[in-house]
Every structure is written in structure tokens, then in C-alpha cells.
């Protein structure tokens, strides 16, 4: 049975609507804006959801960031309110003093940083603007677990959580989202590698396997079989010791 975008992406925005009323009448939603499919995808359903005045869409380049085009792209095509909120002095401040106090810093902690303090940014402006922060990771994401654990995998609500990345598309594509945000190809914006190059399989590999249980390459398998079970932590509340005396 194939995958019906339409159906999908209606009952996603049926689901944020009942969420907000359950969990924020009358609240924004607040969500990091990127430029690539995910981030973009998921503020088109908010937008469906609740009114584009509803929707505050934060971009948090660190210093540079080549690929803000397509956010403002987005941004444009939405429009929603936006605002740029440049984390470089925040990045660059806290390496700096956490350096001073440590020593040198992993080259993961360095790339893991970036996307913490762009989540603590994003409940900032929700404190301060009524807001919701939107999770933004899809299936095929959380499934090996590529992503930050309190940075982008935070969140109030998590819209996409249950699409794979070819589902995802499926459904920007039925919400008129421009087709170069649909297809830009995915990359964390902090390593300088794409998604699938640190990864080392494709998302078409990927998402065949989590339907449908069907891979031909055993390695491949393997790898993913073993990033799943490493990972499952990240999609759990945090593991707590229950006292029984």
C-alpha cells in the first residue's frame, strides 16, 4: 500500500491543532528555521495548523552560514515572522571558557555544541513570546539517532516524528513546498559532511529498511542494526533510579 501524502499531512496538522489547544491555546509556535527539508516541512504543517501568525521561524547561523538562502526562502514563501539570532559569540564564549577550565574540547563536543545552544535560543524566545518549541527530527533521524541530544532532538512537540525522509518529501510536496528545499541534500550544517556521508548508508537504504525490514547488504544492515540499539537512549526520558526503601 503506498504512502498517501495528503491523508499524512491532514492528519499532522489535525494532531498540532489538538495539541495546542490541549497544551498552549492561543500559544506560538517556535521553530528553528534551516533551509533544508525537515525544518521547512515541519513549519508548513505549523503553518497549516495554526496561521502563519502563529508561527515565529528563528534562523541561528554560528558566524557564517552559506546555505541561509534557502531559509529566507522559506521564511519568504511562508510568511512567517523571522528573526536571525547569530549564536557565533555564544559558540565562541563558551568554547573559549570551557577550554580554559578543561583543556581542549572533542572534535563531537565542538559540532555538538552549536545545536544545544540553538535549542536554549529557541526556549528564550518561546519564554518570551508565548511560544511552543517545535521538535523538527523525522523517523528516519531518530531511528539511528542523527541527531543532538538536548540540541535539535529537544522539544515541545514533534509533528514528523513518525515520517520517514521519503515520506517527509511525499508531504512537502503536498503542501506546496518549493521543490529546492524538498530535495536540498541533507547535511547537519556543522561537520561540513551531508547526512549520508557520516552516516554511511543512503535514507533510501534507510527508510526501505524501517518499512519493510527488506536490505540487501548485510554490512549495511549491521551498521544500522548497530546505530539503533546504540542510540534508543536518546529517544527515551532520561533513565532515573527508583528507590523502593
Not at 531559509?71 to 511562508?78: E, K, V
Not at 552516516?199 to 551498521?223: A, H, M, S
Request: with cysteine; net charge negative.
Amino acid at each position: 500500500m503506498g504512502f498517501d501524502a495528503k491523508k499524512a499531512v491532514d492528519a499532522t496538522v489535525k494532531w498540532i491543532s489538538d495539541w495546542f489547544q490541549m497544551n498552549g491555546p492561543g500559544c506560538n509556535a517556535i521553530i528553528g528555521i534551516s533551509g533544508g527539508k525537515d525544518s521547512s516541512i515541519t513549519a508548513a504543517l505549523l503553518v497549516q495548523a495554526l496561521g502563519k501568525e502563529r508561527v515565529l521561524g528563528i534562523m541561528m547561523p554560528n558566524g557564517e552560514q552559506s546555505d541561509m538562502d534557502m531559509a529566507l526562502l522559506l521564511i519568504n514563501h511562508l510568511g512567517i515572522e523571522s528573526h536571525v539570532i547569530n549564536i557565533e559569540a555564544a559558540y565562541s564564549g563558551a568554547v573559549k571558557d570551557i577550554e580554559c577550565a578543561i583543556g581542549e574540547l572533542s572534535k563531537d563536543s565542538l559540532i555538538n555544541l552549536a545545536p544545544r545552544l540553538r535549542m536554549a535560543t529557541l526556549y528564550a524566545v518561546g519564554q518570551s513570546r508565548n511560544g511552543r518549541v517545535a521538535n523538527t527530527c523525522n523517523l528516519s533521524e531518530d531511528w539511528v539517532g542523527y541527531s543532538t541530544r538536548y540540541g535539535d532532538a529537544a522539544g515541545d512537540f514533534s509533528p514528523i516524528s513518525s515520517f520517514t525522509t521519503a515520506e517527509i518529501r511525499a508531504m512537502g510536496r503536498a503542501l506546496g513546498v518549493p521543490e529546492v528545499l524538498i530535495e536540498k541534500v541533507p547535511s547537519d550544517g556543522l561537520s561540513g559532511m551531508t547526512d549520508e556521508d557520516k552516516l554511511g548508508f543512503t535514507y533510501e537504504v534507510l527508510d526501505r529498511y524501517i518499512r519493510t525490514g527488506e536490505i540487501e547488504d548485510p554490512k549495511t544492515k549491521e551498521r544500522i542494526d548497530m546505530l539503533h540499539e546504540r542510540n534508543l537512549f536518546k529517544l527515551r526520558y532520561m533513565d532515573s533510579f527508583k528507590y523502593e526503601g
